[in-house]
């Protein structure tokens, strides 16, 4: 008994870790595969030994609340559905009542309020008893409608998904492979829980709608009906089919069939009774409601041979383990490669080259290892980086192990410092997105930040670029040319100097009077003098102009631009310190407004303190935080009119 017992915990201990990185961090530390069958030897422990421990997944659910999110208390708690592999299983939870199969849709679930015939919040599942508010990010879903006819409080289930379609699409844009997104459920998570709603915006979220939860007044007693009225009302609801203990195996083998080509990400089948009443008579258990269960695809495992492991740098210098073994079919295709995510799972798995292996297709698309039979665990780690040759480290981050690239500089990382380089604030060259400047990188047309001002030598391909052509060419050649000429507080923020963003680049150069030699070879000693840098940051300046490869890059780059005179710049402003808040009339944004201020002598700063002259609100009488502090400490308040009137 006591063994048995032990071997609870060490499940309880892994599930539940696995749990958390899954559901809290969207990145897996074990496949779903290897969850199953851990999963359901706990079950069977627990049913042997007659004992369950109290944080035991079987009766808890999983962890999943951000730091970030305002949290909301759910009115009852969201269980998890039991589950089976097994079609006879399902004939016999309905007996011999009426159910609705339909997709168990892979997402993010969402909880849906409205009231007085508007959208009132969004919440996520979250644990199952705390969510987080998601409304703003709601309102950007594609298929969601604010308004509904229906005027009563109305609460209802759906799950959050990303189509195939549209993440096939959006990687498609994302020309470096490890630069591309892992799978619709992670794309989606992050989607739904964006603190930005314009990203939310972006990524093409839709909300399939899964259950009524409640209504004010009658319901139909069906749930079919249910649906339809829903439906009625403009929401989209989960596909669905009504089944009888006869008619089961052939309306699973039915949805089988199609998974291949359903455009919606599906982990499986949800049974349900049709009858409502007859379902929530039947309660609950402390995890499980009865009324519906969950079926998931048996796995198809293929063994195969593990020829190697594949270690490719991304733009973030995260080291990525793809496993590499004999060609084999699955599910109807060949396969010969699968990710194996991290160095947890690797770990896990005990992966060895030439051991055999067993690969399956998650959800019955995605390939992924199941295991390793002979468990050799002979694979190494790289220590130098297969890109730049730069020592690799091993990063933890909530107790999964990831592999990185130690240089600020390795080509891998170019792609993301040189969408920097020409963004408005850094070189500002126009016409040009990442996913374009990722195509020059792959074309091997970029290496180096000099090599964006000799793009004319490939004017035949860049034009060919797919949606590119001569117009788009001509204009972005322009605004390389123009970009030679720039002010040496832009061209320092440009080159990628960790912690130098544009204010700390003119505090730099102004205490360096805008000399680039002098700058070049700037101590500790002196830039921790400088206010707003300090002796961390100053050591990761000085580390960036002793480095080889970035002195380098510099000498080039110095070659290909002018910089412009800024002596001349007014002093209207000079000793006054300023704060921004509320919308703007007269500039396009804040960094112009910022530029124009320090053009003038004055500084800018993010927060409220009695060192600040003036707080720049177009809206004078706002109840705002920042006019609240300002009134407080006697500090004028004036709008964008009484600034300009300040410079004249």
Request: charged letters at 30%; hydrophobic letters at 35%; proline letters at 3%.
């Amino acid at each position: 008994m006591e063994d048995k017992i032990s071997r609870m915990k060490e499940l309880i201990e892994l599930l539940n870790e696995a749990s958390y990185a899954y559901y809290q961090n969207s990145e897996p530390i074990m496949t779903d595969y290897e969850y199953d069958k851990l999963y359901d030897e706990l079950v069977n422990l627990e049913k042997e030994t007659n004992i369950t421990l109290s944080n035991s997944p079987t009766v808890n659910v999983e962890v999943s609340v951000s730091k970030e999110l305002e949290k909301y208390e759910h009115p009852s708690p969201m269980l998890s559905l039991q589950k089976t592999k097994s079609i006879d299983e399902l004939a016999e939870f309905i007996e011999d009542k009426e159910g609705l199969l339909s997709w168990k849709l892979d997402g993010l679930t969402i909880v849906l309020t409205y009231k007085d015939g508007k959208l009132l919040r969004g919440v996520t599942r979250g644990n199952g008893i705390i969510g987080e508010v998601v409304t703003e990010n709601v309102k950007r879903f594609k298929n969601v409608p604010f308004n509904i006819s229906y005027k009563g409080e109305l609460v209802l289930r759906g799950e959050a998904i990303i189509k195939y379609s549209d993440f096939e699409k959006m990687n498609n844009l994302i020309e470096d492979d490890d630069g591309q997104y892992k799978n619709p459920r992670n794309l989606c998570s992050g989607s739904v829980r964006q603190l930005d709603p314009n990203v939310t915006a972006s990524r093409n979220v839709n909300c399939i709608i899964f259950a009524l939860i409640s209504k004010e007044g009658d319901l139909p007693n069906s749930k079919d009906e249910q649906f339809k009225w829903l439906e009625s009302l403009g929401f989209e609801c989960v596909e669905r089919m009504k089944v009888t203990k006869d008619t089961m195996y052939e309306s699973v083998m039915n949805y089988k069939s199609r998974i291949k080509d359903y455009d919606i990400p599906s982990d499986g089948l949800v049974l349900t009774f049709d009858d409502t009443k007859y379902g929530l008579s039947l309660g609950m258990t402390a995890k499980y409601p009865r009324h519906s269960i969950a079926f998931k695809w048996k796995d198809e495992t293929v063994e195969s041979t593990l020829l190697s492991i594949d270690w490719s740098a991304s733009r973030t210098g995260l080291i990525n383990p793809v496993a590499v073994f004999e060609p084999i079919e699955i599910e109807g295709t060949i396969v010969s490669r699968a990710s194996v995510h991290n160095i947890s799972i690797m770990e896990r798995l005990k992966l060895g080259i030439h051991d055999h292996i067993e690969v399956f297709k998650a959800n019955m698309i995605i390939p992924q290892i199941a295991k390793d039979v002979e468990e050799s665990n002979n694979f190494t780690i790289p220590q130098y980086c297969p890109v730049c040759t730069h020592e690799t480290t091993i990063v933890v981050n909530n107790g999964i192990k990831y592999l990185y690239c130690l240089n600020d500089y390795c080509h891998a990382k170019f792609i993301k410092k040189l969408d920097l380089f020409t963004s408005r604030n850094a070189m500002n060259i126009d016409g040009i997105s990442e996913q374009i400047l990722a195509r020059l990188f792959k074309e091997n047309m970029v290496y180096d930040f000099a090599d964006m001002y000799h793009l004319d030598k490939y004017r035949e391909k860049i034009i060919n670029f797919d949606g590119f052509g001569q117009k788009s060419y001509d204009n972005m050649i322009s605004s390389i040319e123009k970009s030679r000429k720039v002010k040496i507080a832009n061209f320092i923020y440009a080159l990628g100097i960790p912690e130098i963003g544009l204010s700390r680049a003119k505090l730099i150069c102004k205490y360096y009077d805008n000399d680039i030699n002098k700058i070049r070879h700037a101590t500790i000693e002196d830039l921790s003098l400088i206010d707003g840098v300090g002796e961390v940051i100053a050591e990761k300046f000085v580390d960036a102009m002793n480095n080889p490869d970035f002195n380098s890059s510099l000498d080039r780059l110095l070659e290909e631009v002018e910089f412009v005179d800024i002596r001349s710049e007014k002093t209207t402003l000079k000793d006054m310190v300023f704060v921004i808040t509320g919308s703007l009339e007269h500039f396009n944004n804040r960094d112009e407004m910022i530029e124009y201020i320090e053009q003038n002598g004055g500084k800018v700063i993010g927060s409220m303190s009695s060192k600040v002259t003036y707080l720049i609100n177009n809206d004078v009488t706002s109840t705002s935080t920042k006019n609240k502090t300002a009134k407080e400490l006697g500090i004028p308040i004036i709008s964008e009119e009484e600034l300009l009137e300040m410079t004249k």
